[in-house]
């Protein structure tokens, strides 16, 4: 079984209270320590890698990403899906080509572009068209929806958006910040698998309870990484008192 289909099949017939659960590398060494616990696939949060490699969230150059997935992707021997953000302005061909070269199974395309504007739904529906048409069944896309964070919220325009979007072959669907409290709207309203953001501070269900809401995997965004850095400052701190 390739990767890819070892990925996808991960997102199938998952139990309520047992969403598949993909933790965010930001560099090689984080992603063994993430294989060597256990997980079965890994997801790079843009915004990690992008403080790994010094650069605000989005401000990440193309080949710098690609290339920070690509030394992930050699590291470890799990599927590994990549957040490219809005593609980085790449036609869909180049941008399959491009995942592919660094070894990701799948990818993160969000519709919003810069300063936080969402895009025109049937132009971004277009655009995952001809990704899914260039990646045929080589990627796993899950196509994120930014409504809740820089949109108006309302539950009904994600359905609408998310609709468009797996008919343009999308694998997965990402309301990104969506409240746990319209998740089962969410779940009742669109087709496969839905991907929730659970947050590591405790200030939110877990990942267990979003699966029973509805959620078909659970990611973390720069959560971990973010932690990391905390606890090196901790480290740090001791090392100087």
């Known amino acids: ?8 099949a991960l997102h199938r017939g998952r139990a309520p209270g047992d969403p598949l659960i993909l933790p ?8 063994r ?10 997801a790079t949060p843009s915004a990690g890698v992008a403080a790994s490699l010094g650069y605000e969230d989005g401000d990440t150059p193309a080949d710098e990403m690609f290339a920070a997935v690509a ?12 957040d490219v953000e809005g593609g980085y302005g790449l036609a869909a061909k180049e941008l399959v ?14 519709d919003s572009g810069p ?5 025109d739904p049937h132009a971004h529906a277009e655009y995952l068209a001809e990704v899914r048409s260039a990646a045929a069944d080589l990627l796993f896309v899950n196509a994120r929806v930014d409504v809740f964070v820089h949109g108006d919220g309302d539950p009904e325009r994600v359905i609408e958006r998310a609709a ?10 990402y309301p990104i910040l969506a409240p746990a409290d319209v998740l089962p709207l969410l779940r009742a309203g669109i087709q496969g698998p839905l991907n929730m953001l659970a947050r590591l501070d405790g ?12 959620a078909s995997r659970v990611t973390f965004g720069p959560g971990l990484q973010r932690r990391a850095a905390a606890a090196l400052g901790d480290i740090a701190n001791g090392l100087r008192s």
Do not use: H, Q
């Open 97 to 110: 080509e491009r995942l592919l070269e660094a070894g990701a199974v799948g990818c993160n395309l969000e």
């Open 24 to 31: 965010g590398p930001w560099d090689a060494a984080s992603a």
């Open 203 to 214: 200030d939110g269900p877990s990942s267990a309870a979003l699966g029973e809401l509805g």
């Open 71 to 82: 030394r992930i992707t050699r590291s470890v021997d799990v599927p590994v899906s990549a």
């Open 115 to 119: 300063g936080g504007v969402l895009k």
């Open 33 to 42: 320590v993430l294989v060597d616990a256990g997980f079965p696939a890994l």
């Open 1 to 8: 079984m390739s990767k890819v289909d070892e990925f996808r």
């Open 164 to 173: 468009l979007y797996v008919a343009a072959g999308a694998d997965c669907i």
